[in-house]
C-alpha cells in the first residue's frame, strides 16, 4: 500500500471527522454486541424454567420482556450511530475525493508542453476520473468496513473467549486459511485492475479522438472502420475485467464456506461441552448468532482488499503523473513591470520528443513598440520563437531577455500577463462568444468587447447569429468557420490591451480583403506595443519595422521590406509569387 501513502496527507487534514467516525464505529460494536449476550440469557432462563431450576414464570416473563425491550433499544442506538458513521467517514472520502481532482488538476497546469505532447487526453481525463474514483472507494467504503470489521472482531472474539475460551479456539480456525486465500488473491487482483485501468484509458483516449475528429472520419466514410475499431479494443478491455472479475469471485464463495464450518464447529463442539456441563445451550445458541454476525465483516474482507488492491493500483497511476518533473518554474515571486523589449542571444532549441532542432544560434532584437514580422516556411522554427518569449518551453542554449532581464528571472505570471497570444491554431472553448472574448480580460466592458470585435473585423459575423455575442459554440468552436475562429481569437488577444502582442499566422484563413482591414485596425492596436507577427504572406509582414526570414532554424535575411525586396533571396521570390498570384486573380 506503499502507493496510497500519498492520501495520508489528506486523511490528516480530516483527522477529527475520521477519529469522531472510528469512535462511533466502536461504540455501535458495543451495542450491537449486546443482542447476542440478552438472547443466551433469555434463551437460558427459559431452560432453567424447563428444567424446573426456576419455578416462578413471572420471572421469567419480566426477564424475557425486559431483555426484547434492551434489544429493541440497543438495535435503535445502533441505528442511529450507523447513520452518524457514514455521515463522517464516507463524506471524508468525498473531500479527500474532492481534494485530489483538484490537485491533479493543478499539477496538470504547471505541467509542460511537452507532458502532453507525451500524453493523450484520454488517459489524463482518466487518471483525474476513473482512478480517482477507485481511491475514494478506499478512502470511504473500504476505511469504514474495515474498521466496523476489526472493531467486530476484536470486541466479539474477546467476549467469546471470555465466555468460553475452548470453544472460541475452535471457532476461529478458519481465520488462518481465511488470511492465505486473501494473500494470494490481493495479489492477482492488484495486477489485473492496473491492467483494466490502462485499457479504460485507451477506451477514453480512442473515444475522445473519434468524437474530437469525427468531421474527418464522415469525410473519408470511415465510420464501420472505427466501428470496428473501437469494438475490438472494448472486447480486449472487457477480457480484461473479466480476468479480475473471475478472482474477484473467489471471495464471497470462499467466505461463505469458511463461515459456514465455523458454525458447524460451534455446534459440535458446543453440542459436546453442553452435554459435558461445561456451557449452556443458551452460550451455544450466542456463539452461533456471533459467528453468523461475522458472516458479513468477514465476507467484506474480500470485498475491501478488492477495493485496496484497485485503489493501490489507481493511485499508483495517479503517482506517476503527479511525480512528473515541473520544467516551467516561477524563479521570481516579485511581480515584475513589462514594458516590451525583446532580444535572443544565440538561442538554439531541440523539441525533447522529436529531438528535432528547431532553432540554430538565433539573435536578434525588438525594441519597445516596435513590430517585427517573421516569414519562413512550415516548420522553419517561427512558431517556435513565439512559444519561447512565453516560456511555453525554456530554450536550449542561448539566453532570451525581457527588459534586460533574463526571461528566467522574471516573474512568469507577470510575464504571461504582459503578452496577448493568438495562436496559429485558433482554439475557443465551449462557451459563448462573449466570454471567450472575456478570456483575454475578464472585466472587459460591453463596449469593449464590441470594439475589440470591429478591430479584429468580426463584429458584424457576431451580429449575424441569432444570439448575437450570447451565442454558444460547439467544442473547440467548431459552430465558426476557420477565419471567424481566427478572428475572434484576435479579439480576445486585443482586448488584454497587453503590452506585448504575438500573432501566429492568424490570418491564413482569411480572405485578403479581410486581411488588409484587420491589418489596418492592428496598426492603431499594436502602436507603442511590441509585435511580433509570424506569417506566410508578405501583406501581412511588409509594414513592420523589422522582418527575420527563417529557414530550418537559421536566420537567412533581416531586414525591412524595402531592402528585402531589392535582395536577392527567399524573401524577393516570394514576394514576386504572391504578387503575381494576386494579380492572376484580381484579373
Not at 15 to 22: K, P, T
Not at 321 to 327: A, G, S, W
Not at 473 to 484: A, K, Y
Request: charged share 20%.
Amino acid at each position: 500500500m506503499k502507493e496510497l501513502q500519498h492520501l495520508n496527507k489528506h486523511f490528516y487534514k480530516y483527522r477529527f471527522r475520521l477519529f469522531f467516525g472510528v469512535l462511533i464505529t466502536i461504540v455501535s460494536k458495543i451495542f450491537i454486541l449486546f443482542t447476542p449476550r440478552l438472547t443466551r440469557d433469555s434463551v437460558d432462563i427459559v431452560d432453567e424454567y424447563i428444567k424446573g431450576t426456576v419455578t416462578d414464570i413471572s420471572i421469567v416473563k419480566n426477564e424475557l420482556l425486559e431483555n426484547i425491550l434492551l434489544i429493541i433499544g440497543a438495535a435503535i442506538i445502533t441505528g442511529i450511530l450507523t447513520f452518524f458513521m457514514r455521515q463522517t467517514i464516507i463524506n471524508v472520502s468525498r473531500y479527500v475525493e474532492y481534494d485530489l481532482k483538484n490537485e491533479i488538476y493543478r499539477h496538470y497546469q504547471k505541467l509542460s508542453l511537452n507532458f502532453y505532447k507525451k500524453n493523450r487526453t484520454g488517459d489524463l481525463m482518466n487518471r483525474i476520473t476513473e482512478d480517482v474514483g477507485k481511491v475514494r472507494m478506499y478512502a470511504g467504503p473500504a476505511i469504514m468496513y474495515s474498521i466496523n470489521t476489526i472493531t467486530l472482531f476484536i470486541i466479539a472474539l474477546t467476549y467469546m473467549y471470555n465466555q468460553a475460551p475452548t470453544l472460541t479456539l475452535y471457532t476461529v480456525i478458519p481465520l488462518p486459511i481465511l488470511s492465505v486465500i486473501i494473500y494470494k488473491v490481493s495479489k492477482a487482483i492488484h495486477k489485473r485492475s492496473t491492467i483494466v485501468q490502462e485499457y479504460l484509458s485507451k477506451l477514453s483516449t480512442f473515444t475522445q479522438e473519434s468524437f474530437s475528429g469525427i468531421s474527418v472520419i464522415k469525410a473519408y466514410g470511415i465510420e464501420q472502420q472505427t466501428y470496428n475499431d473501437f469494438n475490438e479494443l472494448s472486447e480486449v478491455s472487457k477480457q480484461k475485467q473479466l480476468h479480475l472479475v473471475r478472482i474477484q469471485a473467489w471471495f464471497f464463495p470462499m467466505m461463505i464456506l469458511l463461515i459456514g464450518i465455523s458454525n458447524l464447529i460451534v455446534i459440535y463442539i458446543g453440542g459436546k461441552m453442553y452435554i459435558d456441563g461445561k456451557i449452556t445451550i443458551g452460550t451455544i445458541l450466542e456463539f452461533i448468532i456471533y459467528v453468523n454476525m461475522l458472516t458479513w465483516p468477514v465476507a467484506t474482507v474480500g470485498w475491501v482488499t478488492s477495493i485496496v488492491q484497485q485503489a493501490e493500483a489507481s493511485q499508483k497511476r495517479i503517482n506517476e503523473f503527479l511525480k512528473e518533473p515541473i520544467e516551467i518554474t516561477n524563479t521570481n515571486s516579485t511581480e515584475t513591470s513589462i514594458s516590451g523589449e525583446i532580444e535572443f542571444k544565440n538561442v538554439s532549441f531541440v523539441y525533447d520528443d522529436t529531438k528535432i532542432e528547431a532553432l540554430k544560434n538565433v539573435s536578434f532584437k525588438v525594441n519597445k513598440g516596435e513590430t517585427l514580422a517573421i516569414i519562413g516556411k512550415t516548420g522553419s522554427g517561427k512558431s517556435t520563437i513565439l512559444d519561447l518569449i512565453g516560456r511555453l518551453y525554456d530554450v536550449t542554449s542561448g539566453e532570451i531577455k525581457v527588459d534586460g532581464q533574463s526571461v528566467k528571472a522574471i516573474n512568469l505570471n507577470s510575464l504571461r500577463e504582459s503578452i496577448g497570444y493568438v495562436p496559429q491554431d485558433a482554439f475557443l472553448f465551449s462557451d459563448t462568444i462573449k466570454n471567450n472574448i472575456l478570456f483575454g480580460k475578464e472585466d472587459a466592458s460591453e463596449d469593449d468587447i464590441i470594439q475589440a470585435a470591429k478591430m479584429a473585423d468580426v463584429h458584424k459575423n457576431i451580429k449575424d447569429f441569432n444570439e448575437g455575442y450570447n451565442t454558444i459554440l460547439g467544442e473547440r468552436g467548431i459552430t465558426l468557420s476557420g477565419g471567424q475562429k481566427q478572428r475572434v481569437s484576435i479579439a480576445r488577444a486585443i482586448i488584454k490591451q497587453p503590452n506585448i502582442l504575438l500573432f501566429d499566422d492568424c490570418l491564413s484563413a482569411v480572405d485578403t480583403e479581410t486581411e488588409e482591414k484587420i491589418l489596418n485596425n492592428l496598426k492603431k492596436v499594436t502602436a507603442g506595443k511590441t509585435t511580433i507577427i509570424v506569417s506566410h504572406r508578405i501583406s501581412s509582414a511588409k509594414n513592420a519595422d523589422k522582418i527575420l526570414v527563417i529557414d530550418q532554424g537559421d536566420i537567412i535575411q533581416e531586414g525591412t521590406h524595402d531592402q528585402l525586396i531589392n535582395i536577392k533571396g527567399y524573401y524577393k521570390e516570394l514576394y514576386v509569387k504572391q504578387l503575381s498570384e494576386s494579380s492572376s486573380s484580381d484579373s
